[in-house]
């Protein structure tokens, strides 16, 4: 039954293997291999066992109040909390987060609210060595003044 279908709003290549209905609240972590497709409310994390290729989808009705550790989502819904996205996140029209949003690639429709910070993580989920190798800016600053008095200045 969901393992042919992808329910609408899932882009993603990888069938559902797990269904979160409109009426359903689930209260604690959820730990998930394959896709899985929320419609109702998670009251707790939302963790993808070690696969690369594990999806999750969020309908415009669905709702995830804790961190998501996924490296596949769509989200149309809100997640109230930090999103970490290893692979790929989508935000459509209708998506909402609070929270920052750890990303290795991101596409986000106009519409899209994010009441945090994006961070783009390279390979390995850290951020891009250029960026993290950058000297403060008062180090410049001593260096300019220090060119400077070499020159008379």
């Keep these: 039954m969901f393992g042919g279908n ?3 709003g899932n882009s993603s290549s990888t069938p559902v293997d797990t269904l979160i209905g ?3 609240e689930i209260l604690g972590d959820v730990r998930f291999s394959g896709g899985l497709h929320v419609d109702g409310k998670i009251k707790g994390k939302v963790i993808a066992n070690s696969d690369k290729a594990a999806s ?3 309908s415009d009705t669905g709702l995830v109040e804790g961190d998501v550790r996924v490296p596949n989502i769509v989200l149309n819904g809100a997640v109230i909390g930090d999103v970490h ?5 989508t935000l459509a029209a209708k998506a909402r987060v609070n929270g920052n949003v750890y990303y290795k690639i991101i596409e986000m429709e106009g519409g899209a609210t994010v009441n945090g910070q994006l961070v783009h993580e390279g390979e390995g989920g850290r951020a891009p060595a250029a960026l993290a190798q950058q000297k403060p ?4 600053t001593d260096q300019l003044s220090e060119a400077r008095r070499a020159k008379g200045l």
């Design 85 to 89: 996205a290893t692979e790929k996140i």
């Design 22 to 24: 409109r009426q359903t």
């Design 56 to 58: 999750l989808s969020i």
């Design 6 to 8: 992808n329910p609408k």
């Design 137 to 140: 800016a008062d180090e410049s």
